[in-house]
């Protein structure tokens, strides 16, 4: 058996978002500008999310099942920036161990931005995260 490294597993977690795009007639293609696209598959997303009376009524997604499709379609978003910036998965020594793309010593984590994607809205556009890492402001 081969040791799997952090850019292997994030690598199939991104052709995982390929054929879940595929499934949703998208195609993605690791551009820049499929970071647009990537942002309005978040939005549905965020836009399925059972909130008020609704909550009663229809099955939310688990926890469990935010986490994953964070880790997939954050699997994507870090692929971009690393084919088109730059840049290193790896485990966080700054933030609980999370997933981590590394440029330049700064850490950003890709599935963590994803996931507040997903809960929050377009407050936490994904295409105005590329852009900030993309002119070398990683905060």
């Not at 500008?33 to 099955?59: A, N, Q, T």
């Amino acid at each position: 058996m081969t040791d799997l490294t952090m850019k292997d597993v994030m690598a199939s977690y991104s052709e995982d978002a390929l054929d879940l795009a595929s499934q949703m007639g998208i195609s993605l293609d690791y551009s820049e500008h499929s970071i647009k696209i990537l942002d309005e598959i978040l939005e549905e997303y965020h836009r399925g999310l059972p909130r008020g009376i609704k909550e009663l009524f229809v099955r939310s997604p688990t926890e469990e099942d935010i986490i994953q499709m964070s880790k997939i379609w954050g699997g994507y978003l870090g692929e971009v920036i690393r084919l088109n910036i730059g840049g290193e998965w790896g485990i966080s020594e700054n933030f609980m161990e999370s997933i981590c793309l590394t440029i330049n010593d700064t850490e950003i984590y890709p599935p963590a931005k994803v996931n507040k994607r997903i809960i929050n809205g377009k407050e936490d556009g994904i295409f105005i995260y590329y852009q900030v890492i993309k002119e070398g402001n990683y905060v």
